[in-house]
C-alpha cells in the first residue's frame, strides 16, 4: 500500500489542528470506524442514518493517526491536542479530492467501465487479462460508488501502471461525478439495459446516465461501446470505438460456439477461446481486446491471456454436486437482460435436462411486471422446470409460452422451493439459480450443495 506522507496531505487540505511535524505517513485511508488498521486517516462520511464525525475516538482506538473533519462538526474533548485534523466543508467531497490528487501523482492509464449488465465481469476480464503485461489495480468488489471508488483510488499501489475502476449509479449525474474523480483515458459502455429504470424512467434515460462518464474523459481519450445498442449512437469529440455482433463494426464477434466450460469466437476474423460461457462474454472480450489493442499488446499473446482467465465467484461459477447435478450459481445480481442471457447459456448446456430457479429482479418500479414477463417470454421447450420466488418473479411464470409443457411453478416460501428442487439433484441435470442481489440467492446454493 502507498504510504501517504503528512506533506502531501497537508498541501491538499491547508486548514488542520494537531502536530503537523510528527514523523508520520498513512498506510491506510478508510470510512469505517471499527475496521482495524495501521497508521490510518479516517474519514468520517455523514450519512442518512448515521455521522461518522461521532466514531472518531473508536478510529483512534482501532489505529487511526489522522482524520479528515468537518469545520461544522465539534470536536471529541477526549481526542489528544496532538491528534491531526484536516479540516475541510464536506469530508465525501474531501475523499473524492484526495482521490483524485492520488490519481494524478500516480498518473496509471485509467480505464473507467459502466453499464447496465456485465460491468463488474468486463471489469474483471479486463484487469485479469491486462494484468500478463502491465502493474494493474482494478476495483475490488463492487466498490464503484461515490464513496467506493475513490477508497479503489487510494487503495492503488505507488507501481500501478494501469488502474481499472467499475462505476456504477442509481441515478442522474452520479456516473459525471465518478467520471471527474477518476478522469478516465480509455471508458467502456458495456450495454444499456433495465437496471435503475425505476430511478431513470426508460432506456433513453439510463443511455445519458451511462454516457455522462465521458464528462471527465481526457480529451485524446477513447470511448468503448456496445455497438449493437442504438442508443449508444452518439458524436463526441473523443475518438468512439464499437464492439459487438453487427457487421461493420471496429470489433466484430462471430462465429460463437459454446462449449462445456469454454466460449470459443473469433474477433476480426482472429480466433479466440475464454473459460466463460454465452455470446454475452464474447462481446464483453471485444472490450478488452479494443483496450488491449490501444495499449500496444500483441493480440496473440492477449489471445493466451484471456484463455487462461480467473473471475471470483457467484458470476455463472458451476458446482459439481455429489448427486451428479451441476449447480450454475449466478446469485451475483440481476436485470431481466443478463436472467434472459444466463437462460440463453443454460439452454446450450449438454445435460438433458435443464432447470431455472428464478427471483425477483430489483429497483424496476413501475416496469416490474413488464420486465420480468420478458424473461418468461425466453423460457422456451428447451428448459424442461422453471421455478420462481418471490414477488414480482411470479410474472416470469405467468409469461411463459403458450405452448411451453414443461414443470412450473412459482414459490412464496424458500423452504418448500428448496424441498421441490431437492427431486432434481439428479445425475445429467442443470439447475440454474439467478435473481437480484438482496434475494440472497447464495444461500439457497450453499444449502443444496453444502
Request: charged share 25%.
Amino acid at each position: 500500500m502507498k504510504k501517504f506522507s503528512i506533506d502531501f496531505l497537508h498541501k491538499i487540505f491547508l486548514k488542520y489542528r494537531g502536530n503537523l511535524n510528527q514523523q508520520l505517513d498513512i498506510d491506510t485511508i478508510y470510512t469505517d470506524s471499527r475496521e482495524v488498521v495501521t497508521n490510518g486517516l479516517f474519514v468520517p462520511i455523514i450519512g442518512e442514518r448515521f455521522n461518522g464525525h461521532d466514531f472518531l475516538l473508536q478510529a483512534v482506538d482501532k489505529g487511526a493517526v489522522a482524520s479528515l473533519w468537518s469545520e461544522k462538526e465539534e470536536i471529541p474533548a477526549d481526542l489528544p491536542d496532538d491528534f491531526l485534523l484536516f479540516f475541510v466543508e464536506d469530508t465525501l467531497e474531501g475523499l473524492q479530492q484526495l482521490a483524485t490528487e492520488y490519481r494524478d501523482y500516480i498518473n496509471p492509464t485509467v480505464i473507467g467501465v459502466t453499464g447496465s449488465n456485465g460491468k463488474t465481469t468486463t471489469k474483471e476480464l479486463i484487469g485479469s487479462s491486462l494484468s500478463e503485461f502491465y502493474q494493474v489495480t482494478k476495483t475490488e468488489g463492487n466498490l464503484n460508488n461515490l464513496i467506493g471508488l475513490p477508497l479503489s483510488i487510494l487503495r492503488m499501489p505507488v507501481q500501478t501502471e494501469v488502474l481499472v475502476l467499475e462505476m456504477g449509479m442509481s441515478g442522474f449525474g452520479e456516473i459525471e461525478r465518478l467520471s471527474e474523480i477518476a478522469k478516465p483515458n480509455i471508458a467502456v459502455i458495456t450495454n444499456i439495459g433495465e437496471s435503475h429504470i425505476e430511478h431513470l424512467g426508460s432506456r433513453e434515460g439510463i443511455a445519458k446516465a451511462k454516457l455522462e462518464i465521458v464528462k471527465g474523459l481526457s480529451e485524446d481519450g477513447v470511448l468503448i461501446v456496445d455497438g449493437d445498442e442504438p442508443l449508444l449512437e452518439v458524436d463526441l469529440s473523443q475518438r468512439i470505438v464499437t464492439c459487438g455482433f453487427n457487421s461493420g463494426l471496429d470489433y466484430e464477434v462471430k462465429d460463437v460456439v459454446q462449449k462445456k466450460s469454454e466460449t470459443t469466437f473469433t474477433i476480426n476474423e482472429q480466433l479466440f477461446s475464454i473459460p466463460l460461457l454465452g455470446m454475452h462474454q464474447a462481446k464483453n472480450t471485444a472490450y478488452a481486446l479494443a483496450i488491449s489493442d490501444l495499449l500496444r499488446i500483441d493480440s496473440s499473446k492477449m489471445a493466451h491471456s484471456l484463455a487462461n482467465l480467473s473471475l471470483p465467484g457467484m458470476r455463472f461459477e458451476q458446482i459439481a454436486t455429489k448427486s451428479g447435478a451441476v449447480v450454475v450459481n449466478d446469485a451475483y445480481n440481476a436485470s431481466a437482460t443478463s436472467m434472459r442471457a444466463s437462460i440463453d447459456v443454460i439452454k446450450r448446456f449438454s445435460e438433458s435436462y435443464k432447470v431455472l430457479v428464478l427471483g425477483d429482479i430489483f429497483e424496476l418500479g413501475q416496469f416490474a411486471e413488464s420486465e420480468h414477463r420478458k424473461v418468461g417470454e425466453v423460457i422456451n421447450q428447451e428448459i424442461d422446470a422453471v421455478f420462481t420466488v418471490g414477488q414480482d418473479s411470479q410474472y416470469i411464470i405467468k409469461a411463459l409460452p403458450s405452448d411451453f409443457n414443461g414443470r412450473a411453478e412459482h414459490f412464496d416460501n424458500r423452504d418448500m422451493l428448496l424441498n421441490e428442487i431437492e427431486n432434481y439433484m439428479k445425475k445429467d441435470t442443470v439447475i440454474l439459480f439467478k435473481a437480484s442481489r438482496g434475494m440472497k440467492f447464495e444461500q439457497l446454493v450453499q444449502q443444496l450443495v453444502s
